[in-house]
């Protein structure tokens, strides 16, 4: 990982999240390895639950989190240091690692799991696990907890009830603190020079591939290890296709090029999207539907700030996305008709946005009782209106193959709110001096 190791940090948001917990004990396991094809394995990444608790980055690892234990509250199970495994594979934390540096009050081996966790259990009311995740994991918890039941005649108790950790642990993790904003903010502004570097280097003849390759330079340059989510660069009729990852096609003169992409840093997504002429000038039909967009992207910006709620965003970016369509005649009849029969989706079929933190898509409920989340200081969301008319649609072949979207990360503030990818140009006049 990229940023100084603090122990404090961690402390704080176990124990946040035992203090909201009644009575029982947590069991977080971190993501497996995963095998990519023969004997290659995808590049590892923890879990993001586990993560955000420990810090911790390697695998074969469980937390628990024991509130009240005497012992120490914090256990951590973990790989033991082994020179020759370290010598083909990397260095490990190991038992003592796991304690001095990653805080942990105790820790064991992770082959002694099914040895020490059910004796963890015993007495306790409940047991807090993400269930739904990994099934063997939800495998092993049920057996554990078998296990202390078949104890019963010796006086001990069994927890009576096992509770989706989800929930708890979600809702602290919606809110982000100084710290996880500073990386936020970090990974913004390494995303938004990969694009701008894509801007400056895009010309007709390139490959979608060769324009990302000068993207993600700049974000390995920078200090991310990995991207957020694979990369989308769509030139074309490609733009059309919402998650085109193919990354293929020759760039031609006349064509827009459409770019989703974002750096992981420290494990935190940023996620920007931006849509500018291959050749560097937009034509205009390009330039109607862009400024339509970019119109839309402003007005959901101006309810961004607290006390709105989640869905007013995307409410504004759907009243000036449908109205700009009426004004260039690829939509007919009354605003509001067309707002309320959902006439806009044939050009404009997605949301206005989404969480963001450690999953680019991440976690957090949107409704609270069926009614839209009011937003509060410190949750961040993507604003991403976007219009696509494919070659398929009955417009005029004119507008074909347009496919615009722009997409930048947004911190609400207690005055407002921040854009953190706002060094990524979206003026049309910016973009064409950019390119040129």
């Given amino acids: 990982m990229n940023t100084a190791f603090n122990i404090d940090i ?206 993600e330079y700049i974000f390995r340059k920078m200090g991310s290890t990995y991207n957020a989510y694979p990369s989308i660069v769509a030139g074309g009729e490609n733009s059309c296709i919402l998650h085109y990852i193919d990354n293929n096609a020759v760039l031609n003169d006349g064509d827009l090029l459409l770019i989703d992409a974002g750096a992981e840093l420290d494990c935190y997504a940023s996620d920007i999207s931006r849509t500018f002429p291959v050749n560097g000038k937009f034509s205009g039909e390009q330039r109607a539907l862009y400024e339509i967009v970019l119109a839309a992207q402003h007005a959901a910006f101006e309810v961004c700030k607290p006390g709105e709620h989640w869905n007013r965003p995307h409410e504004r970016a759907v009243e000036v996305i449908t109205e700009g369509l009426v004004d260039v005649g690829l939509l007919k009849g009354e605003l509001n008709e067309l707002i309320e029969t959902h006439a806009y989706r044939e050009f404009y079929m997605h949301r206005t946005g989404h969480w963001l933190g450690l999953d680019v898509h991440d976690v957090g409920d949107y409704q609270i009782e069926q009614q839209w989340r009011v937003l509060e200081p410190g949750m961040v969301f993507t604003v991403e209106p976007g219009i696509y008319i494919g070659k398929n649609s009955k417009v005029d072949s004119r507008w074909h193959d347009i496919g615009i979207r722009i997409e930048d990360d947004v911190v609400i503030r207690k005055a407002g709110h921040e854009v953190l990818t706002k060094a990524v140009p979206t003026a049309i006049d910016d973009i064409e001096h950019l390119m040129a």
């Fill in 10 to 215: 961690y402390q704080q948001r176990r124990s946040h999240l035992m203090q909201s917990m009644s009575g029982g004990v947590a069991v977080i396991p971190t993501s497996p390895i995963r095998s990519r094809n023969g004997d290659v394995e995808y590049q590892y990444r923890p879990d993001s639950d586990f993560y955000y608790l420990t810090g911790f980055n390697e695998p074969d690892s469980v937390a628990v989190l024991c509130p009240g234990r005497a012992a120490g509250e914090y256990i951590l199970f973990c790989r033991e240091k082994d020179d020759d495994k370290e010598l083909w594979y990397g260095r490990r934390a190991g038992l003592e690692g796991a304690v001095e540096k990653y805080g942990a009050d105790d820790a064991f081996p992770i082959e002694d799991l099914d040895d020490i966790l059910p004796r963890l259990l015993e007495d306790q009311e409940k047991i807090y696990a993400s269930l739904g995740r990994y099934s063997d994991f939800d495998a092993k918890v049920m057996q554990w907890m078998n296990e202390v039941k078949l104890r019963s005649r010796r006086g001990i108790h069994a927890p009576h009830e096992m509770v989706d950790l989800s929930y708890l642990l979600h809702e602290q993790r919606l809110i982000k603190r100084k710290d996880e904003l500073t990386i936020m903010q970090r990974a913004g502004k390494i995303s938004a020079a990969g694009h701008i570097r894509a801007m400056e280097t895009c010309k007709p003849g390139m490959t979608e591939h060769q324009v990302q390759a000068e993207m």
